[in-house]
């Protein structure tokens, strides 16, 4: 069985073969429409028309075409039906928690965003031990599905008065949080959960895509102080080595893949799939397409 992840991982190139970061300097990080080698597409629609991919997957479909560097085998044990949850927002949070920031146990832990990779992020934390994950959403709801993933703490920004959430956190952590994530795209947000990070040490990871490349304000003195703040795409995982231990440890019941699928609709009913995501009423959607 093989799984479409839209992160290539070629394994021969020095940026593939580095420990350091999960890029490909072969086929780089563009999110093209075509095909990766030759810029070509593979689609056709009913008149001929020119059909293009979407991130290299294009899996609304019951048929697609995808170059090896784009698709990662896993155990044929696992269930079919659940592997599109290991191509990327679960995998981006647990791989946030587990290779970016490192989490070890003991730690504290902010989530700005209890989407299905928020909660990923929350999951990765339990399972590395984490003696405190506070979540930060402004719906209610997320709150009681958050606990099923390690959630101990929530905060509802609307409920803070004229307190920053930042400020907040610092008060119930004793001075801020060990690693803090955001998971909207939101350089505001960003901002509070950098703020909202401990002094000497506390790592902030960037997960949310900023559609509106907006700049990032932090006070220098704070970096200067110990502080740090990264980035990542899919997690930092390397798909091919990396997505294949998850989908074991998903068999070996070590990690709670079935909590983030909360509904299941057949392929003429996308539109609702993705009505429920926009409403915030859904985590992963199962799109079955007989």
């Not at 300097?25 to 020119?50: C, H, Q, Y």
């Not at 490349?213 to 899919?234: E, S």
Request: hydrophobic share 40%; net charge negative; glycine share 10%.
């Amino acid at each position: 069985m093989v799984v479409p992840v839209f992160r290539p991982n070629c394994r021969e190139c020095r940026d593939c073969k580095s420990q350091k970061g999960n890029g490909c300097s072969i086929f780089g990080d563009k999110l093209v429409a075509e095909m990766p080698r030759d810029g070509t597409s593979r689609f056709k629609g009913m008149n001929g028309e020119t059909l293009h991919h979407f991130l290299s997957v294009s899996s609304f479909s019951e048929y697609t075409v995808v170059d090896v560097v784009h698709v990662v085998k896993i155990s044929s044990e696992f269930p079919a039906e659940k592997a599109c949850l290991l191509s990327c927002g679960v995998s981006t949070g647990i791989g946030a928690a587990w290779k970016v920031a490192d989490i070890e146990e003991g730690s504290t832990v902010a989530i700005f965003g209890l989407g299905a990779v928020g909660l990923a992020v929350a999951e990765g934390a339990r399972l590395r031990g984490a003696s405190k994950i506070i979540g930060v959403d402004l719906n209610q709801e997320k709150f009681e599905i958050g606990k099923k993933f390690g959630v101990s703490e929530f905060i509802n920004p609307t409920t803070c008065g004229e307190k920053k959430v930042s400020e907040v956190i610092k008060e119930i952590t004793d001075g801020g949080v060990d690693y803090s994530f955001e998971c909207i795209g939101l350089a505001s947000l960003m901002e509070e959960a950098f703020n909202s990070s401990r002094v000497n040490w506390g790592k902030t990871v960037i997960l949310g895509v900023e559609m509106h490349h907006t700049p990032l304000p932090i006070n220098t003195y704070f970096l200067l102080r110990g502080r740090t703040v990264t980035g990542c795409f899919f997690g930092g995982l390397k798909a091919k080595s990396d997505i294949p231990i998850l989908a074991q440890k998903y068999l070996h019941k070590e990690i709670n893949l079935d909590g983030f699928i909360t509904h299941e609709v057949n392929f003429q009913d996308i539109n609702k799939a993705f009505d429920l995501l926009l409403e915030g009423k859904s985590l992963r959607c199962i799109i079955w397409m007989d």
